[in-house]
């Protein structure tokens, strides 16, 4: 499904991935983690195209086409999806407004009608009970004034509508209270299927025992410097990074 | 500019001439007054402080003919897309500055819905006791349209009465093959207790430049309710200059919404005079501009009296090389106490020509007030245009959706569901987008 050969990405002439390979199969759950400024948001940035990072060697193929030569919106009508660690806020446009017109935006990308409304409206329902999520949520302003676990809830409810093929969710968890931990991370489960698959971005093994990761890989300093099973993940809870540090300095 | 001048005062002699027995009393010696105060001042230039980021000069150079023929006619289906639709309304309509009973719809039942011209033969009363009594003297384009001041519209909603449907005015200019000018005058009185909705477009059919100098004076009377919007979404051909005043007495709501979405040039005077306690004031305006266009807002609010309230937003967007003027004045006098007022102008700039003068000034006298000012110029941001996009919507429509929410809340006070819809519709055309809801 995904893909990743040796890609090299930075911003403005900082070198921040020096050669990422990921590859990500249908129906699999990869966790990325990391100490800080690893580069994960970078890379997780750079796969949904975000235009300030310059790729500087590498590709990324997705169903065996080439993303990077796709803008962000055709990405994502390929069904590629980023939850992201810092949801903008967009004052003036109500969560339901937005998420319509993503979904019809999408669909008129590949040639379909729009989605009729009470069609829509039954999904919302659905997907807002998944998420345990109020009513009066969807007349609000897209994030604005919203608490940092209801913007990462938001986040999800818009994966949900959305149903993509890839979802790459960076530091979900971050922000969230015990309760909604839960929900979401069985929110994200139920999304699950052997069509799609999951890359989660989290410093804490907590979200990965309800999203169980068939791979853990480990990210310092803009490479993948580890990867394993679930297992790599308590490890790296008990010890820390410092032994994956030092295993580079010998390497 | 001098040569639109000497055209002016020799027409204003012509103008008396046909007024016949017309040119006496106390009307005409308002007018003339007007006159001779704009002989004095002649037309604004930039040195003037309340024109120096605005040049007029380009305007007034045309030879405009000053008088137009009643010759030319409009079919209703040529200017019917500038009514309101599914809404039934008054309408009060002007051709070349001639109404036209034939495309009007008006009443004198519990309210005067008719035009100016007659308001000053029927109710000499009225025309003495309003006529030139809210306009600013020191405005010279006021001036020019009081000297002139004809015919227009005349709303008079009495004591006690709900108008039972929206106002429309309409003033086309049609195609005389030369350049052409046009001052219509407009007097609303709602009186005690009353209350109406008017609705207020200039359009040129003409293909030769056209300056309209419209000028409205308002009465809200005690405890009245008026909301009044003003679309200013003419072809590029053609500018206008409108002065409004309004008179606030106590316990008033008065909404002015000014909607700049065309024209090649717009200069709006709005001046709020708060003469009697208790009222309330909403000053709302959008300008969505383009290549060659100008719109330049003026606003006064004269908090005169204590315990009023009065709140003005503003929102711009400026693209390729349009240039924005917004100059919002907030007098509050000594003993103005617990006054409200707030004001806020937001301002994106689309391209690195596209320019925006604006220049809050408040004024405050008195010191147990809540008064605030903000304001801002910004471009679209970017972190915003790209979430969007990574949720598959394309940046045009990103962009477009952006712009739209942020223009959008200048529409709070729009009470009327089809004005509403026709902006929404507006601003979404001027965004070159096609959005399939209404924010
Ligand atoms: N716009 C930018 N300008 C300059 N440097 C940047 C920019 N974006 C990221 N960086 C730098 O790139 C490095 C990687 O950042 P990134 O956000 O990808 O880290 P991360 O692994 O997600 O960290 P965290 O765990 O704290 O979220 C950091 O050193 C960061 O400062
Ligand atoms: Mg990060």
Same mark, same amino acid.
Not at chain 1, 222 to 232: C, F, P, W
């Given at each position: 499904?995904?893909?990743?050969?040796?890609?090299?990405?930075?911003?403005?002439?900082?070198?921040?991935?020096?050669?990422?390979?990921?590859?990500?199969? @249908?129906?699999?759950?990869?966790?990325?983690?990391?100490?800080?400024?690893?580069?994960?948001?970078?890379?997780?940035?750079?796969?949904?195209?975000?235009?300030?990072?310059?790729?500087?060697?590498?590709?990324?193929?997705?169903?065996?086409? &080439?993303?990077?030569?796709?803008?962000? &919106? $055709?990405?994502?009508?390929?069904?590629?999806?980023?939850?992201?660690?810092? @949801?903008?806020?967009?004052?003036?446009?109500?969560? /339901?407004?937005?998420?319509?017109?993503?979904?019809?935006?999408?669909?008129?990308?590949?040639?379909?009608?729009?989605?009729?409304?009470?069609?829509?409206?039954?999904?919302?329902?659905?997907?807002?009970?998944?998420?345990?999520?109020?009513?009066?949520?969807?007349?609000?302003?897209?994030?604005?004034?919203?608490?940092?676990?209801?913007?990462?809830?938001?986040?999800?409810?818009?994966?949900?509508?959305?149903? @993509?093929?890839?979802?790459?969710?960076?530091? /979900?968890?971050?922000?969230?209270?015990? &309760?909604?931990?839960?929900?979401?991370?069985?929110?994200?489960?139920?999304?699950?299927?052997?069509?799609?698959?999951?890359?989660?971005? /989290?410093?804490?093994?907590?979200?990965?025992?309800?999203?169980?990761?068939?791979?853990?890989?480990?990210?310092?300093?803009?490479?993948?410097?580890?990867?394993?099973?679930? /297992?790599?993940?308590?490890?790296?809870?008990?010890?820390?990074?410092?032994?994956?540090?030092?295993?580079?300095? $010998?390497? | 500019?001098?040569?639109?001048? !000497?055209?002016?005062?020799?027409?204003?002699?012509?103008?008396?001439?046909?007024?016949?027995?017309?040119?006496?009393?106390?009307?005409?010696?308002?007018?003339?007054?007007?006159?001779?105060?704009?002989?004095?001042?002649?037309?604004?230039?930039?040195?003037?402080?309340?024109?120096?980021?605005? +040049?007029?000069?380009?305007?007034? =150079?045309?030879?405009?003919?000053?008088?137009?023929?009643?010759?030319?006619?409009?079919?209703?289906?040529?200017?019917?897309?500038?009514?309101?639709?599914?809404?039934?309304?008054?309408?009060?309509?002007?051709?070349?500055?001639?109404? *036209?009973?034939?495309?009007?719809?008006?009443?004198?039942?519990?309210?005067?819905? #008719?035009? %100016?011209?007659?308001?000053?033969?029927?109710?000499?009363?009225?025309?003495?006791?309003?006529?030139?009594?809210?306009?600013?003297?020191?405005?010279?384009?006021?001036?020019?349209?009081?000297? %002139?001041?004809?015919?227009?519209?005349?709303?008079?909603? =009495?004591?006690?009465?709900?108008?039972?449907?929206?106002?429309?005015?309409?003033?086309?200019?049609?195609?005389?093959?030369?350049?052409?000018?046009?001052?219509?005058?407009?007097?609303?009185?709602?009186?005690?207790?009353?209350?109406?909705?008017?609705?207020?477009?200039?359009?040129?059919?003409?293909?030769?430049?056209?300056?309209?100098?419209?000028?409205?004076?308002? %009465?809200a009377?005690?405890?009245s309710r008026l909301?009044?919007?003003?679309?200013? +979404?003419?072809?590029?051909?053609? *500018?206008?200059?409108?002065?409004?005043?309004?008179?606030q007495?106590?316990n008033s709501s008065v909404t002015?919404?000014?909607?700049?979405?065309?024209?090649?040039?717009?200069?709006?005077?709005? +001046? %709020?005079?708060?003469?009697?306690?208790?009222t309330q004031s909403y000053?709302?305006?959008?300008?969505?501009?383009?290549?060659?266009?100008?719109?330049?807002?003026?606003?006064?609010?004269?908090?005169?009296?204590?315990? #009023?309230?009065?709140?003005?937003?503003?929102?711009?967007?400026?693209?390729?090389?349009?240039?924005?003027?917004?100059?919002?004045?907030?007098?509050?006098?000594?003993?103005?106490? =617990?006054?409200?007022?707030?004001?806020?102008?937001?301002?994106?700039?689309?391209?690195? =020509?596209?320019?925006?003068?604006?220049?809050?000034?408040?004024?405050?006298?008195?010191?147990?007030?809540? #008064?605030?000012?903000? #304001?801002?110029?910004?471009?679209?941001?970017?972190?915003?245009?790209?979430?969007?996009?990574?949720?598959?919507?394309?940046?045009?429509?990103?962009?477009?959706?952006?712009?739209?929410?942020?223009?959008?809340?200048?529409?709070?006070?729009?009470?009327?569901?089809?004005?509403?819809?026709?902006?929404?519709?507006?601003?979404?055309?001027?965004?070159?987008? +096609?959005? !399939?809801?209404?924010?």
């Amino acid at each position: 499904m995904l893909k990743i050969s040796n890609l090299q990405a930075g911003i403005e002439g900082k070198e921040i991935l020096k050669g990422i390979d990921l590859e990500v199969k @249908p129906g699999e759950v990869h966790a990325i983690m990391g100490p800080n400024g690893s580069g994960k948001s970078t890379l997780s940035s750079v796969i949904a195209g975000r235009e300030d990072y310059e790729v500087n060697g590498g590709n990324i193929d997705f169903e065996g086409e &080439d993303l990077l030569d796709l803008g962000p &919106d $055709e990405r994502a009508h390929k069904g590629i999806f980023l939850s992201f660690q810092y @949801p903008v806020e967009i004052p003036g446009v109500t969560v /339901t407004n937005f998420i319509k017109t993503a979904i019809n935006e999408s669909r008129k990308a590949k040639g379909e009608e729009a989605m009729p409304a009470n069609e829509m409206l039954k999904k919302m329902r659905e997907k807002m009970s998944l998420l345990e999520i109020d009513n009066a949520f969807l007349s609000r302003s897209l994030n604005e004034g919203f608490s940092g676990g209801e913007k990462k809830r938001n986040e999800i409810f818009q994966m949900a509508m959305l149903e @993509p093929k890839l979802a790459i969710l960076d530091e /979900t968890d971050s922000g969230l209270d015990i &309760d909604a931990l839960r929900i979401v991370a069985n929110g994200v489960n139920k999304l699950k299927s052997k069509n799609n698959a999951v890359i989660v971005i /989290t410093h804490y093994q907590r979200l990965l025992d309800y999203i169980v990761p068939d791979f853990v890989h480990v990210l310092y300093k803009g490479r993948i410097v580890k990867s394993g099973d679930k /297992t790599l993940a308590h490890e790296l809870e008990a010890k820390g990074y410092d032994w994956i540090k030092e295993e580079r300095v $010998e390497g | 500019m001098e040569a639109l001048k !000497d055209k002016l005062e020799s027409s204003f002699l012509v103008f008396e001439n046909e007024l016949n027995g017309q040119a006496l009393g106390e009307v005409h010696n308002r007018r003339k007054e007007a006159f001779e105060r704009f002989v004095e001042s002649g037309f604004p230039t930039k040195r003037h402080e309340e024109w120096k980021y605005t +040049n007029l000069k380009p305007i007034l =150079k045309h030879d405009y003919r000053v008088f137009l023929s009643d010759d030319n006619t409009v079919d209703f289906s040529a200017i019917k897309k500038f009514f309101l639709s599914d809404t039934d309304t008054y309408k009060l309509v002007f051709i070349d500055g001639y109404y *036209s009973s034939w495309l009007s719809e008006t009443t004198h039942e519990k309210f005067d819905i #008719c035009t %100016f011209s007659s308001m000053l033969t029927k109710y000499r009363d009225v025309a003495e006791k309003y006529f030139n009594k809210a306009l600013p003297k020191e405005e010279a384009l006021a001036s020019v349209n009081t000297a %002139f001041a004809k015919e227009g519209a005349f709303i008079r909603i =009495k004591r006690n009465q709900t108008a039972d449907k929206p106002v429309e005015l309409i003033f086309i200019t049609t195609d005389h093959g030369v350049e052409t000018m046009s001052q219509p005058r407009n007097l609303v009185v709602v009186e005690e207790n009353a209350e109406v909705s008017i609705l207020e477009r200039h359009q040129s059919l003409s293909s030769k430049p056209v300056l309209t100098n419209v000028a409205t004076e308002i %009465f809200a009377l005690r405890d009245s309710r008026l909301n009044y919007y003003k679309i200013q +979404n003419d072809v590029h051909t053609a *500018s206008l200059i409108d002065s409004t005043s309004v008179k606030q007495y106590a316990n008033s709501s008065v909404t002015v919404g000014t909607f700049a979405l065309g024209n090649k040039f717009v200069r709006n005077n709005l +001046n %709020f005079f708060l003469e009697e306690e208790y009222t309330q004031s909403y000053l709302d305006g959008i300008t969505i501009i383009d290549e060659g266009q100008t719109v330049d807002h003026h606003t006064l609010v004269d908090h005169k009296v204590p315990n #009023c309230y009065s709140d003005e937003l503003y929102k711009g967007i400026y693209d390729a090389n349009a240039h924005g003027v917004f100059n919002g004045k907030v007098m509050v006098h000594p003993h103005a106490q =617990k006054t409200n007022a707030f004001q806020q102008n937001n301002n994106i700039l689309l391209t690195d =020509k596209a320019s925006i003068d604006t220049k809050p000034q408040l004024e405050i006298y008195a010191d147990d007030v809540k #008064c605030s000012h903000g #304001c801002t110029i910004g471009q679209l941001d970017d972190e915003a245009l790209f979430y969007m996009q990574s949720r598959g919507i394309p940046e045009k429509e990103a962009k477009a959706l952006l712009l739209y929410a942020f223009a959008n809340d200048s529409l709070r006070n729009v009470k009327i569901p089809a004005l509403r819809k026709k902006l929404n519709r507006q601003i979404a055309n001027k965004l070159n987008v +096609n959005l !399939d809801f209404e924010l």
